[in-house]
């Protein structure tokens, strides 16, 4: 489903499938989420892996996973990207931890 980016936090709350008409999007995972860690570095590229067979729900800007719902709670990077991105990531704050 298409959506504006300023909507997405209700879909990601919801686990709801959504692509902005840029570059941010959000999935249900059914079996292994597609292991490209984009941008990832450090310890959210390590924690990407450590979660990489239980993630549930991926959100996506362009191709690296900003947050990630595993093991019955989200994890958000922590790593700052570009200007497009760290607004996407803004959208995450509204998230529970």
Do not use: C
Request: hydrophobic share 35%; net charge positive.
């Amino acid at each position: 489903m298409k959506i504006k980016t300023n909507k997405t936090a209700d879909a990601i709350v919801s686990f709801t499938d959504f692509q902005t008409h840029g570059s941010l999007s959000g999935a249900n995972v059914d079996g292994l989420p597609e292991a490209d860690y984009g941008w990832l570095v450090g310890k959210d590229k390590e924690q990407f892996i450590v979660d990489h067979s239980r993630i549930r729900y991926i959100v996506r800007s362009y191709s690296t996973p900003i947050a990630w719902y595993a093991r019955g709670k989200w994890y958000k990077v922590k790593q700052k990207f570009n200007v497009t991105t760290s607004k996407h990531q803004g959208q995450l704050y509204k998230i529970n931890e």
